[in-house]
């Protein structure tokens, strides 16, 4: 069993940043997938961006490309988000997400996912 806490959320103001932090709790931490999606009211949740085992391989939604970065500590079990010029459209709940590498054949699909935080309030005002 996996469990992630997700926090670091909160207000900011546009073209601020912001670091989300996920805290993931059971073994194993380094055959996980670590995705980032987020969900704004009345909106479907959409992919953020994920981190392949060996922390090597990024990928990114356009949406975010050059502003946000997805980093891992395999040593420490934490997966991070890092935004920067953060936009009003970027309001949303984050959720981390992870999925086993055996087990998940496309990375920006929130239904290959196993295990999910509860999420954390990220609001940019203009």
């Known amino acids: 069993q996996v469990q992630l806490v997700e926090s670091g959320g909160g207000l900011v103001q546009a073209g601020g940043s912001l670091r989300l932090a996920c805290a993931v709790s059971g073994r194993d931490f380094s055959d996980y997938v670590m995705g980032w999606f987020r969900q704004a009211p009345e909106k479907e949740r959409e992919f953020v961006g994920t981190?392949?085992?060996?922390?090597?391989?990024?990928f990114y939604a356009d949406s975010v490309k050059g502003r946000f970065t997805v980093s891992r500590d395999n040593a420490k079990n934490m997966v991070y988000l890092h935004m920067s010029s953060l936009r009003v459209e970027d309001t949303a709940v984050y959720y981390c997400?992870?999925?086993?590498?055996?087990?998940?054949?496309?990375?920006?699909?929130?239904?290959?996912?196993?295990?999910w935080g509860q999420g954390t309030q990220v609001t940019v005002s203009s």
């Open positions: 997400a992870a999925a086993h590498f055996n087990r998940i054949t496309n990375m920006r699909s929130f239904t290959q996912y196993d295990y």
């Open positions: 981190i392949r085992l060996s922390a090597a391989a990024t």
